[in-house]
């Protein structure tokens, strides 16, 4: 009798077991969803960094360049040799890298990473993408909010390639680029998720913050500083458990991707030219 309730009881368990494994073996190649987190603003979900871990951007960069200074007749030339290139294809490019919201700003690095990026296919690269614009553009705004630095736009009253936004931007102090520090996180992230696309991926970072110059609305100190601060959240993010989970999880994804041969979701070729026409 015990031994028959025994065999009873592991012909259970091994059906459990086989059940399982099934189970599994269904679910492989599909990307397991990273857990949902809540909004802090309408399309913009929490970062990683709680505000008081954040970098402090008035304690980390210079006042903005000072009248008279070297430094603001250079923002004030780049402003204008950038207004050249009003109504080309670099200005039109400068016109989408303005858009940060999802899943518009999801495939800005596609033909850097010669992969798509997509919610259904890469779903933590999707959402560490997300969540790092909060803190990158965060960190932005002590020095943004002490300063509230004019933009080009309101002192040589040029067009700006998302006139829509005229009215915020105006609300919005103009230093450091909250765009450029988001921008280069990014960049920098994705060149540890896929190292040997590394110079790709950081040029399109660096046009990621031009573009702000091009559309009329930074100057470029504005932009090298929300470099620096895009530098500065990426250093604090490496002390943060659920960020460094969430790359590990990106980087097998972007893996998986590439091994499928899938192409980028953007006219790359289209991009390049853009980005040959630039400043």
């Given at each position: 009798m015990k031994t028959a309730n025994m065999i009873s009881r592991y012909s259970g368990m091994l059906a459990l077991a086989c059940m399982l494994a099934i189970t599994g073996c269904a679910e492989l190649g599909r990307p397991v969803r990273p857990a949902d987190v809540s909004e802090i603003h309408p399309g913009i979900l929490a970062g990683y960094l709680q505000p008081e871990t954040l970098p402090n951007s008035?304690?980390?960069i210079p006042p903005p360049p000072a009248e008279g200074s070297a430094?603001?007749?250079?923002?004030?030339?780049?402003?204008?040799?950038?207004?050249a290139l009003l109504g080309t294809p670099r200005w039109e490019m400068a016109a989408e890298d303005a858009k940060l919201?999802?899943?518009?700003?999801?495939?800005?690095f596609s033909c850097a990473l010669?992969?798509?990026?997509?919610?259904?296919?890469t779903p933590h690269l999707y959402m560490l993408l997300r969540r790092t614009l909060a803190d990158a553009g965060l960190c932005t705004y002590t020095a943004k909010n002490n300063y509230q630095r004019m933009r080009p736009f309101m002192v040589n009253d040029g067009p700006i390639c998302t006139p829509k936004e005229e009215e915020g931007l105006r609300k919005d102090g103009s230093y450091p680029s909250g765009?450029?520090?988001?921008?280069?996180?990014?960049?920098l992230i994705l060149t540890e998720i896929v190292p040997d696309?590394?110079?790709?991926?950081?040029?399109?970072?660096?046009a990621f913050g031009e573009s702000r110059n091009i559309c009329n609305v930074h100057w470029h100190s504005d932009v090298v500083e929300?470099?620096?601060m895009g530098s500065a959240a990426v250093a604090r993010l490496h002390a943060d458990p659920a960020f460094l989970e969430e790359m590990a999880a990106a980087k097998a994804e972007c893996a998986t991707l590439r091994a499928k041969?899938?192409?980028?979701?953007?006219?790359?070729?289209?991009e390049a030219e853009a980005l040959a026409g630039g400043l």
């Open positions: 008035l304690a980390l430094a603001l007749a250079y923002d004030e030339e780049v402003s204008r040799k950038s207004l919201m999802f899943p518009e700003a999801a495939n800005t010669g992969i798509p990026i997509t919610e259904k296919d765009h450029t520090a988001i921008g280069w996180a990014w960049a696309r590394a110079d790709a991926i950081l040029a399109r970072g660096r929300g470099r620096f041969g899938l192409e980028p979701a953007r006219d790359c070729e289209a």
